[in-house]
């Protein structure tokens, strides 16, 4: 592949290339990412979790649409769920159920 990775400079800035993935995959600029983490008070938008580190990007499949900034733990709870909120209802029904 030489010096290009899938149409992007390996000399680019990590600045830039964030930029670019955020741009590419969620259709955010930087500054917008920015601006949800600190509108979210740089805190996970399910679990609250304040992260010092990036959040990730949560959106939907479907649509593209981006929702909020999440910890990886909640990103990935909603990912295993399918993004199905009848299976995190009735996960959450089973715990409260079998909570001794």
Request: with cysteine.
């Amino acid at each position: 592949m030489g010096k290009e990775n899938f149409g992007i400079s390996l000399s680019m800035t990590k600045t830039k290339r964030k930029n670019y993935d955020l741009k590419r995959r969620y259709g955010i600029s930087q500054e917008e990412y920015d601006k949800m983490y600190e509108d979210q008070n740089h805190r996970c938008g399910i679990c609250g979790k304040e992260s010092k580190k990036s959040l990730h990007v949560d959106h939907n499949h479907d649509t593209g649409k981006v929702r909020k900034l999440l910890c990886s733990n909640c990103n990935t709870m909603i990912g295993l769920a399918k993004e199905n909120p009848y299976i995190l209802q009735s996960a959450m029904n089973y715990l409260f159920t079998h909570n001794t």
